[in-house]
């Protein structure tokens, strides 16, 4: 079965870095589009970032550009998303998700119906 599992959370100081990584399963991980998202305590669901299957199309919320990078590794089955210079808006719950279809719509890459796949997520804190 489709399996996606978050893990590179924790807590950091601001303007520190982590990096997420999603490791997945159950399915031909290349030909799908893949999407970061995350939800901060009592908000709504943020998508962060997307990439194509083929990793050379990328997509990100404006107020992440410049501090993340998405990529993946097709071959290992793996996405990732590099955060630097981290700010306490970033607290969330980070999910990564399968996409039904690609898209660079981003009202429609923030709806929770447009993925059809999400891990458990992985916390990220950002705190002095």
């Known amino acids: 079965q489709v399996q996606l599992v978050e893990s590179g959370g924790g807590l950091v100081q601001p303007g520190g870095s982590l990096r997420l990584s999603c490791a997945a399963s159950?399915?031909?991980?290349?030909?799908?589009?893949m999407s970061w998202l995350r939800q901060a305590p009592g908000k709504g669901l943020e998508w962060v970032s997307g990439?194509?299957?083929?990793?050379?199309?990328?997509n990100y919320v404006d107020s992440v550009k410049g501090r993340f990078t998405i990529s993946r590794d097709n071959g290992e089955k793996k996405l990732y998303l590099q955060m630097n210079n981290l700010r306490p808006e970033d607290t969330a719950m980070y999910y990564c998700?399968?996409?039904?279809?690609?898209?660079?719509?981003?009202?429609?890459?923030?709806?929770?119906?447009?993925?059809?796949?999400w891990g458990l997520g992985t916390q990220v804190t950002v705190s002095s």
């Open positions: 990439i194509n299957s083929f990793g050379y199309t990328t």
């Open positions: 998700a399968r996409a039904r279809y690609y898209t660079e719509n981003t009202t429609t890459m923030g709806r929770r119906d447009h993925y059809e796949y």
């Open positions: 159950g399915f031909t991980f290349g030909s799908y589009t």
